[in-house]
């Protein structure tokens, strides 16, 4: 990787900013962390950084609160989870930025959690006051998180102006390291799978990703616009008639790389359990709520003979047991292809987990937003900020 790394910055007895992305979900009332994996993807950065006799100041944002205080979005529960995960204690400021805050600059081997970054409305409005304010804080500025990257906030981009030092954090690195060798120079064949609900949310990743990999599976419910774009029935099936158009073009310049279904899990409802039927051409009066078995076996097929996969999107409705089949079938079959594995996205990461075959994925991406982004060749303000060895 081109970026500077934390590896390349001489930390000891030095006072680290690392913006990590706490943006955790909490439970009602914002007291209790529902889940810690966003804290936990941090903890290798944070512990290399005290290992090398730093003192660290973490900074994130949680959730929208619009530039004001809010005691359900604070980061202090984060600030006890992650001493919990760390063994040693963390301090949690009042604020992230004031006369308070600096007063309690760290020493080497503590560790400091500001309060949520966007209780100021300076940090979403990228102000350089605010950012040189925080970049005072420190002597070196470490970036953590991906999952903001594309976003150009104070604490992303902002700050790095005024900082002696800016690098790439462990957790940064590994996202960019993956995210670059999909769209640049994949292991070949390279296999993307994109699913989900909308073509109009991957306009960008489809047309970027054709350039690049070798083949591009295409399942969910996004596959009906361009179903119809062929002028195939869809039935009830969801339709962005919108951009049927578009799924014309791309399919006249995909030059066969693009592959869709061939049959489909139809049902007259949308709902867990519906009565169903496997079909090849969709009936009036049905919709399709997954790929079908014929369909499974073309993209297992062309997933075994990967040495790269990309895959963002569930193949159907696979929150609504049966239609989980396509999507928990092509987790399954990225696990076993024994190819470079990059997956995004909330969806496919929770199909890998049930079907209990996450140690088998590469690189599973911490940042939805930022991971299509990413694919869909755009540059990321938070990573193009970090500068170039
Ligand atoms: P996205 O956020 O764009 O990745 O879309 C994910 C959502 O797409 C999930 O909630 C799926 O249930 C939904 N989805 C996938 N396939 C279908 C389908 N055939 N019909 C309706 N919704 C679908």
Same mark, same amino acid.
């Given at each position: 990787m081109a970026k500077l790394s934390i590896k390349d910055l001489d930390l000891a007895g030095k006072r680290v900013f690392i913006r990590v992305d706490f943006n955790v979900p909490l439970a009602p009332g914002g007291q209790e962390i529902t889940s810690d994996k966003r804290i936990k993807a941090s903890l290798p950065t944070i512990q290399y950084a005290l290992d090398k006799g730093a003192g660290l100041i973490l900074a994130s944002h949680l959730g929208r609160?619009?530039?004001?205080? *809010?005691?359900?979005?604070?980061?202090?529960?984060?600030?006890?989870?992650?001493? $919990?995960?760390?063994?040693?204690?963390?301090?949690?400021?009042?604020?992230?930025?004031?006369?308070?805050? $600096?007063?309690?600059?760290?020493?080497?081997?503590?560790?400091? /959690?500001?309060?949520? /970054?966007?209780?100021?409305?300076?940090?979403?409005?990228?102000? !350089? +006051?605010?950012?040189?304010? @925080?970049?005072? /804080?420190?002597?070196?500025?470490? *970036?953590?998180?991906?999952?903001?990257?594309?976003? +150009?906030?104070?604490?992303?981009?902002?700050?790095?102006?005024?900082?002696s030092k800016a690098a790439a954090g462990l957790l940064m690195e590994k996202e960019v390291e993956y995210l670059t060798l999909a769209t640049q120079n994949p292991p070949r064949p390279c296999v993307a799978i994109l699913g989900g609900a909308k073509v109009s949310d991957k306009i960008e990743v489809i047309q970027n990703l054709m350039k690049v990999v070798d083949k591009l599976l295409i399942g969910g419910a996004m596959a009906y616009t361009f179903l119809k774009a062929q002028g195939l029935p869809t039935g009830k099936s969801l339709v962005e008639e919108d951009k049927i158009g578009?799924?014309?073009? @791309?399919?006249? &310049?995909? =030059? =066969?790389? /693009?592959?869709?279904?061939? #049959?489909?899990?139809?049902?007259?409802?949308?709902?867990?359990?519906?009565? *169903?039927?496997?079909?090849?051409?969709?009936?009036?009066?049905?919709?399709?709520? #997954?790929?079908?078995?014929? &369909?499974?076996?073309?993209?297992?097929?062309?997933?075994?003979?990967?040495?790269?996969?990309?895959?963002?999107? !569930?193949?159907?409705?696979?929150?609504?047991p049966p239609f989980d089949k396509g999507t928990v079938a092509v987790a399954n079959a990225v696990a076993d292809s024994g190819a470079v594995s990059v997956v995004g996205g909330g969806d496919s990461e929770k199909a890998i987990k049930s079907a209990g075959v996450s140690s088998k994925i590469t690189h599973v991406s911490t940042g939805g937003g930022a991971s299509l982004e990413f694919l869909g060749g755009l540059t990321l303000p938070g990573v193009a900020a970090i500068p170039e060895k």
């Open positions: 609160p619009k530039g004001k205080p *809010n005691a359900e979005m604070s980061l202090k529960p984060c600030a006890v989870r992650l001493a $919990e995960l760390l063994g040693r204690p963390v301090k949690m400021a009042p604020d992230c930025v004031g006369a308070e805050v $600096e007063a309690m600059k760290p020493a080497p081997g503590e560790v400091l /959690l500001l309060e949520n /970054l966007r209780f100021h409305k300076e940090e979403e409005g990228n102000d !350089p +006051a605010f950012a040189k304010q @925080l970049a005072s /804080l420190c002597d070196l500025y470490v *970036n953590d998180a991906f999952g903001s990257a594309h976003r +150009a906030h104070a604490s992303t981009e902002g700050m790095i102006p005024f900082v578009l799924a014309k073009e @791309l399919l006249a &310049t995909s =030059g =066969g790389k /693009l592959l869709l279904p061939v #049959d489909h899990v139809v049902a007259a409802e949308f709902k867990a359990g519906a009565e *169903n039927e496997t079909v090849e051409t969709i009936p009036e009066g049905k919709m399709g709520l #997954d790929i079908g078995p014929k &369909t499974i076996e073309i993209f297992a097929g062309e997933i075994a003979k990967s040495k790269m996969v990309v895959w963002n999107g !569930p193949m159907g409705v696979f929150e609504m």
